[in-house]
């Protein structure tokens, strides 16, 4: 199996034929795996073929880690089954509930933050990792409220449940900086609150600035508040596989690799200056 490293784009379906075509730098790709279950046609075709080309990495969004319904057993063995076919060695998903009651929401909505919920997000954690025979790291969702009967920040509840279930931390910027927006917090000290490093992965994606509230869309380039936050996260961390996530009002590929570009020059930089910090002796007394 193939690991991504560098700068990654998701695959989308405006975009099969020309990602095929085109010559520059993609360094792996993301695919939200639901969109793959059950299917046939060009789709899987195209799906092969970035499989031989590019290492791919799974991002689920309907798994539910967070909620009250038991595991979608057929949903996971059907995942397995694609991600052996496509040689894809990791899989990841959101901190959150996406179904109660056998009702699908398709959305990504919070729980309360408390010592009983990481107790069962956690243990869900581990059995969807088993069942899918690979690593499952979660995702800090974007919040636009604090779930009643929260008992601990956002940041504690991600850092407890990824300690309580040993799995790693996708770490998604642009939520970050979303959350620190919507909720009067400072994005700097909220990405240090977090298992920095338990970081497996980093999304960044645009949002919708509404002005009393900022929407995590994934409908826009990234911002360049957005980008100053991921350096202080590469700074932090190192080189980090990252992925440009656009998918809403979907431009042509050639935008998304200009974004994905970018990404590549600011954490060449950041990893610069990083590198610079590391080898400065130290001050003598």
Request: charged content about 25%; aromatic content about 6%.
């Amino acid at each position: 199996m193939k690991t991504p490293r560098g700068i990654g784009i998701g695959l989308r379906r405006p975009h099969h034929e020309a990602i095929l075509e085109t010559s520059r730098c993609i360094d792996w790709v993301a695919i939200a795996p639901e969109n793959y279950l059950d299917r046939g046609g060009r789709s899987l075709r195209v799906l092969a073929a970035c499989a031989e080309r590019w290492p791919l990495q799974a991002h689920g969004v309907s798994l539910s880690l967070g909620g009250p319904d038991p595991l979608d057993r057929e949903l996971l063995d059907k995942t397995r089954a694609l991600l052996d076919r496509i040689g894809c060695g990791e899989f990841t998903e959101h901190a959150c509930l996406a179904r109660a009651g056998g009702a699908q929401f398709h959305d990504l909505i919070p729980v309360p933050w408390t010592d009983e919920a990481v107790r069962h997000m956690a243990a869900r954690v581990r059995q969807a990792a088993e069942l899918l025979d690979r690593p499952v790291a979660l995702e800090n969702i974007s919040t636009y409220c604090v779930m009643p009967g929260s008992r601990m920040t956002e940041c504690e509840f991600v850092r407890a449940v990824c300690e309580e279930a040993d799995a790693g931390l996708l770490l998604d910027v642009n939520n970050v900086y979303v959350n620190a927006r919507n909720h009067d917090r400072d994005p700097v000290r909220m990405l240090d609150e977090l298992p920095l490093d338990r970081t497996r992965y980093i999304h960044l994606a645009g949002f919708a600035d509404e002005g009393w509230v900022v929407i995590d869309n994934h409908g826009a380039a990234v911002s360049e508040e957005v980008w100053s936050l991921y350096a202080e996260a590469i700074r932090r961390l190192g080189p980090v596989p990252t992925l440009i996530e656009w998918d809403l009002h979907i431009p042509p590929l050639d935008v998304v690799l200009d974004q994905a570009d970018r990404a590549r020059a600011v954490q060449e930089a950041a990893l610069r200056e990083r590198a610079a910090t590391t080898a400065r002796p130290e001050a003598r007394p």
